[in-house]
C-alpha cells in the first residue's frame, strides 16, 4: 500500500467546515489512500504549520477564515491567479517552495455555472472586503460582470480591495460603499452576495440586508453553507428572491485543491451527487 498522504485545513474559526467529511467522501469515492483534518490555529501559529508541508509531514494545506490574505506573507511563490486575486486558500509544496493557489474563485465560478446565473454586463453588490470577496470579484470579472459594489464598515478597505483588482485587465466598473449608502442602490432585479460571516457561528441569526430590500426577482447568493439556510437565506426565501448558499462552490473549490496537490484531475473522477448529498446529511 502507498504511502498516505496527510492535508490539512486551517483558520479560526473552523467547527463549521465539512472539509473532512468533504475530502474523505472524495478519498472513497477515488481509493486515494490520504487523510485530510483541521485545526484551529492563531496567525502566529502559522509559520509553523507551513513549516510541516515544507518538512513533508504534511501534503497539502487548505487555508479559510481569516488567514487567506494573511498566509501569503510566509509563502515563496504565488501562483498567477492567486497574485491577481491576492487571496489564498490552498497550499502545496512544489520543488521545494511553498506555493499558494486560489480555488475559491473557481468553485464560485462553478456555483454560478450550476445556477445558470450570467455575470455578463450585471451590476453586482458584494457584502464584504476579505479574501474571499476578492475571489468572488476575480470570478465575476472574468464572466464580464458590468459594475462591482463592495459594502463595507471600513472604507478604506474597500479601496485597497480596488486598487488591487484594478489590476485585472476588464471594462468591470469598481466602486465601494459604507453600509449606511448601499440601500438606495438595490434594484428589483439585482444579483446580491454575502461574503462575511454575518450568517454562521457567532453571527448565527443575523443577515447584512434587510428584508425591506429583497424582491422576488432578485438573486441572493451567501457564500456561507453551515447552515444551509442562513438569515440572509431565509429573509430571501419569504421576499420570493432566488436564493443560493454556497454548498456548490465549497465542493467544487475542495475538488480543485485536490487537483492542485495530486497534479492530475481527481474531480473528474466523483460523483457530485454522492458528496453533496452526505454533506447536507451533516448539515
Same mark, same amino acid.
Given at each position: 500500500?502507498?504511502?498516505?498522504?496527510?492535508?490539512?485545513?486551517?483558520?479560526?474559526?473552523?467547527?463549521?467546515?465539512?472539509?473532512? +467529511?468533504?475530502?474523505?467522501?472524495?478519498?472513497?469515492?477515488?481509493?486515494?489512500?490520504?487523510? %485530510?483534518?483541521?485545526?484551529?490555529?492563531?496567525? @502566529?501559529?502559522?509559520?509553523?504549520?507551513?513549516?510541516?508541508?515544507?518538512?513533508? @509531514?504534511?501534503? #497539502?494545506? /487548505?487555508?479559510?477564515?481569516?488567514?487567506?490574505?494573511?498566509?501569503?506573507?510566509?509563502?515563496?511563490?504565488?501562483?498567477?491567479?492567486?497574485?491577481?486575486?491576492?487571496?489564498?486558500?490552498?497550499?502545496?509544496?512544489?520543488?521545494?517552495?511553498?506555493?499558494?493557489?486560489?480555488?475559491?474563485?473557481? #468553485?464560485?465560478?462553478?456555483?454560478?455555472?450550476?445556477?445558470?446565473?450570467?455575470?455578463?454586463?450585471?451590476?453586482?453588490?458584494?457584502?464584504?472586503?476579505?479574501?474571499?470577496?476578492?475571489?468572488?470579484? %476575480?470570478?465575476?470579472?472574468? #464572466?464580464?460582470?458590468?459594475?462591482?459594489?463592495?459594502?463595507?464598515?471600513?472604507?478604506?478597505?474597500?479601496?485597497?480591495?480596488?486598487?488591487?483588482?484594478?489590476?485585472?485587465?476588464?471594462?468591470? =466598473?469598481?466602486?465601494?460603499? @459604507?453600509?449606511?449608502?448601499?440601500?438606495?442602490?438595490?434594484?428589483? /432585479?439585482?444579483? =446580491?452576495?454575502?461574503?462575511?460571516?454575518?450568517?454562521?457561528?457567532?453571527?448565527?441569526?443575523?443577515?447584512?440586508?434587510?428584508? @425591506?430590500?429583497?424582491?422576488?426577482?432578485? +438573486?441572493? +447568493?451567501?457564500?456561507?453553507?453551515?447552515?444551509?439556510?442562513?438569515?440572509?437565506?431565509?429573509?430571501?426565501?419569504?421576499?420570493?428572491?432566488?436564493?443560493?448558499?454556497?454548498?456548490?462552490?465549497?465542493?467544487?473549490?475542495?475538488?480543485?485543491?485536490?487537483?492542485?496537490?495530486? #497534479?492530475?484531475?481527481?474531480?473528474?473522477?466523483?460523483?457530485?451527487?454522492?458528496?453533496?448529498?452526505?454533506?447536507?446529511?451533516?448539515?
Amino acid at each position: 500500500m502507498s504511502e498516505v498522504r496527510l492535508f490539512l485545513l486551517i483558520g479560526d474559526p473552523i467547527d463549521h467546515s465539512l472539509g473532512t +467529511i468533504l475530502h474523505e467522501n472524495i478519498f472513497r469515492q477515488t481509493g486515494l489512500n490520504a487523510e %485530510y483534518s483541521k485545526i484551529r490555529c492563531d496567525e @502566529e501559529d502559522i509559520p509553523n504549520v507551513l513549516d510541516y508541508l515544507r518538512s513533508g @509531514e504534511l501534503d #497539502g494545506i /487548505n487555508v479559510t477564515i481569516p488567514y487567506k490574505k494573511t498566509v501569503i506573507e510566509h509563502l515563496d511563490e504565488l501562483n498567477p491567479r492567486a497574485r491577481l486575486i491576492q487571496s489564498v486558500n490552498t497550499v502545496a509544496h512544489v520543488n521545494d517552495k511553498l506555493v499558494g493557489y486560489n480555488t475559491d474563485w473557481w #468553485g464560485f465560478s462553478m456555483l454560478l455555472r450550476n445556477h445558470d446565473i450570467h455575470a455578463t454586463g450585471r451590476s453586482i453588490i458584494i457584502f464584504g472586503t476579505g479574501g474571499s470577496a476578492h475571489s468572488v470579484a %476575480y470570478a465575476l470579472i472574468q #464572466g464580464g460582470a458590468g459594475m462591482l459594489i463592495f459594502v463595507t464598515r471600513d472604507k478604506e478597505h474597500g479601496q485597497t480591495l480596488i486598487d488591487s483588482l484594478s489590476i485585472i485587465d476588464s471594462d468591470t =466598473i469598481l466602486t465601494c460603499v @459604507e453600509y449606511d449608502k448601499f440601500p438606495p442602490l438595490v434594484k428589483p /432585479n439585482s444579483i =446580491i452576495i454575502n461574503t462575511t460571516p454575518l450568517g454562521m457561528g457567532d453571527f448565527e441569526g443575523r443577515s447584512p440586508m434587510s428584508t @425591506e430590500l429583497m424582491m422576488k426577482d432578485q +438573486i441572493l +447568493i451567501d457564500l456561507i453553507y453551515n447552515p444551509l439556510e442562513t438569515e440572509f437565506i431565509y429573509l430571501g426565501k419569504l421576499s420570493g428572491a432566488t436564493t443560493i448558499n454556497g454548498l456548490d462552490m465549497f465542493i467544487h473549490q475542495g475538488l480543485l485543491s485536490l487537483d492542485t496537490w495530486y #497534479g492530475k484531475a481527481i474531480s473528474s473522477n466523483v460523483n457530485i451527487q454522492k458528496i453533496t448529498a452526505e454533506l447536507v446529511e451533516n448539515l
